[in-house]
């Protein structure tokens, strides 16, 4: 990277050359093992985001081990026990700090003194039922970790609908600029919550129910058919998926409201 800004400073390549470049080189390969895109969150707000399902252990330790050295943090996803105990033991090791969900299966590893700057992005986060609160976990962390502010609510579905409309409430007065909804079985808590605000929904089926469209493939065909407009899906357990579009979502209505003050203080 220093050697790209070196040429572009004494005028060797233009600047789209050198942002070309730039991109080229962020991508770095760890011994065969996996090709890491480093530059991805300066490039696309997105943090480069670990997938420990299928990994062996010891392979997603050396892997978040890496990250931790080139950008400061590591962030982990679809983590079973095992794979949570080796990264515990490389984050001890290295004198890391640690934030682990063991029932969302996502960890977080950040170097002494790294911390995630705020964006003054809101993500209103539901569930329909305590089943679903993996998922909408795996959602909040990496919502809070790309910089918003999480707003939760879990266990508000449609078999109790009047559990819905107090901190349904409470997410619009704070104005947060997307809504998460994960529910299983029938799906049918983001059609309603699509229907009462003016906020954008993305579903996310959960793999709850039983029997004939078993395994979250009712609650996304249902979401898919819903009728209310507004709502965008994801896929079956996508947590990660809904976290990160919600946070794009948010970030982006920031920076717009961000420039909005400014240009009313002028």
Known sequence: MREILERLVKGQISVDEAERLLKVSAIEEIGGLARIDIGREARKGIPEIILAEGKSPGDVAEIAFRML??????????AAKEHMDAIRDMAASHDAALKASDKAGIIVVRRKGFEVGR????????????SDIPVAEEARVIVEEMGCEALTAYDVGVAGIHRLFPP???????????????????????????????????????STGYGLGEKGVSALTAMLQACSLG????????????????????????????????????
């Open 69 to 78: 050295n080139e950008r400061g943090r590591a962030i982990i996803s679809r």
């Open 119 to 130: 964006t003054g992005g809101k993500v209103g986060i539901l569930t329909a039922g305590t």
């Open 168 to 206: 349904l409430r409470e997410m619009v007065e704070a104005d947060v600029d997307v809504l998460v909804v994960a529910a299983g079985r029938e799906g049918a808590l983001p059609s309603v919550v699509a229907g009462l605000v003016d906020i954008p929904v993305i579903a996310v089926p959960t």
């Open 231 to 266: 709502i965008a899906v994801v896929n079956i357990d996508g947590g990660v998926a809904a976290g990160v579009t919600a946070a794009l979502i948010a970030n982006r209505a920031a920076r717009f409201k961000k420039k909005q003050d400014r240009c009313s203080r002028l």
